[in-house]
């Protein structure tokens, strides 16, 4: 892939209520979903991958999910206001997205994957870095947990590009179209 050619995606999943984890950021609710009897399109998906990026608390919530850490074949950037101790796996930094997120779109071997959480989101849609959403629409409501957007998220356009039904989910692939204002603050990363 052209380096200058990569995007910037969110890639994730939400229940109907538009909740991506539960209160304590389990997202345990995901595993017994019928799909679509295979990966549900996440290895097509994860072969365009040439960076990961995430929040600290999504990435405290991935090391529960199996023993061994599922993106160490791509370059893991987890953004933190504070310093963390080294890990084998993943890259600590205090970067801004609004550096950190051009600086990847111009270095990596492929598209630049926004993993979550939600604070995340905001920031990179407040600061015009996300190209693309596509959203696994999972058929349960969970009555509360960690939005998708969180309060205070910059109104911002879509343009439906793509569905897909797996099973009993529904996946919507979207370009976007209008993404905040640059002049948003730099929000907290830890979430």
């Not at 206001?81 to 890259?91: D, I, K, N, T, V």
Request: aromatic share 10%.
């Amino acid at each position: 892939m052209n380096m200058s050619d990569n995007k910037t995606i969110l890639y994730i999943a939400m229940s109907l209520d538009g909740y991506i984890a539960r209160l304590d950021g389990s997202v345990d609710w995901l595993f017994d979903v019928e799909g679509d009897g295979g990966d549900n399109g996440y290895a097509a998906f994860y072969e365009t991958i040439g960076s990961v990026v995430m929040g600290r608390y999504t990435y405290e919530e991935v090391l529960t999910l199996s023993e061994e850490f599922p993106y160490a074949d791509r370059p893991t950037y987890v953004l933190s206001r504070s310093e963390q101790p080294l890990a084998p796996h993943a890259q600590f930094t205090t970067e801004g997205v609004e550096t950190l997120i051009p600086r990847l779109k111009q270095t990596s071997d492929g598209d630049v994957w926004i993993v979550g959480g939600g604070i995340l989101v905001e920031a990179v849609l407040a600061k015009k870095l996300l190209d693309e959403i596509e959203v696994a629409i999972i058929p349960k409501i969970l009555g509360e947990g960690i939005p998708l957007f969180p309060t205070g998220t910059v109104p911002s356009q879509f343009k439906m590009v793509r569905t897909q039904t797996l099973g009993q989910i529904i996946s919507i692939r979207y370009e976007v179209q209008n993404s905040g204002t640059a002049d948003t603050p730099f929000e907290c990363l830890d979430k």
